[in-house]
């Protein structure tokens, strides 16, 4: 059985979310504060065998190196933000945020992502693009729930004022990629609590 447990990392709070089974466990946005990562993990009694980005924002990488050095798994990135890993000035971590203090930069992820059905270590998900946050921002659907980044929040959506965000194409990839899905599908966002399809197509003032 597959589960997902969340802590909150850095100054804004990013979700980082351990996914596992019995054995194994999927790394998802490992944001900040490496050690408070490290004992999630070991909280679940898994072992680690991919980190996972749904995008590449300061916010969502800053414990990236510290975690796969660490446990020497691979990186799975949109082939749009691989570059943006090593960029400061791309992904945000120098000039554009008053929250952030250092620059980070990381070596390229091992793996870009294809969109469609991924299987890793018994793992099966599927990867569906959902730009308008940033150009290569995607999402994690498993049996029963999505793993969305920053694209939607419980009560709202991700910004699409910043490089390479578009509203107009945030509100299509919602409405493409995750509306579609059965309303008790639960949804894990970057920031803020979880929530459920259903609960965003019926109060969501962005969406309804």
């Not at 990562?37 to 995008?55: F, Q, R, S, W, Y």
């Not at 203090?101 to 990867?127: D, H, L, T, W």
Request: aromatic fraction near 8%; hydrophobic fraction near 35%; charge should be negative.
């Amino acid at each position: 059985m597959v589960e997902i447990s969340g802590l909150a990392t850095g100054l804004l709070q990013e979700n980082c979310y351990v996914i596992s089974d019995e054995k194994h466990c999927l790394i998802v946005d490992p944001g900040s504060d490496a050690e408070n990562i490290i004992a999630k993990v070991e909280e679940t009694g898994t072992k680690p065998v991919a980190i996972l980005l749904t995008h590449c924002h300061y916010d969502h990488i800053g414990a990236l190196e510290e975690i796969r050095g660490h446990y020497g798994v691979p990186v799975y990135v949109s082939p749009l933000e691989q570059e943006w890993l090593g960029n400061p000035e791309l992904n945000g971590s120098v000039g554009m945020s008053q929250y952030s203090n250092k620059e980070i930069i990381c070596v390229p992820a091992e793996n870009e992502f294809q969109m469609g059905e991924y299987s890793i270590e018994g793992f099966n998900f599927r990867v569906v693009p959902t730009p308008g946050h940033s150009i290569g921002s995607v999402s994690f659907i498993f049996d029963d729930f999505v793993v969305v980044g920053d694209a939607l929040f419980k009560g709202s959506i991700g910004r699409s004022d910043l490089y390479t965000g578009d509203f107009d194409t945030l509100i299509e990839s919602i409405t493409s990629q995750l509306l579609v899905l059965p309303e008790e599908t639960r949804v894990y966002a970057g920031h803020g609590d979880e929530t459920t399809i259903g609960h965003e197509k019926a109060t969501n003032p962005y969406l309804t």
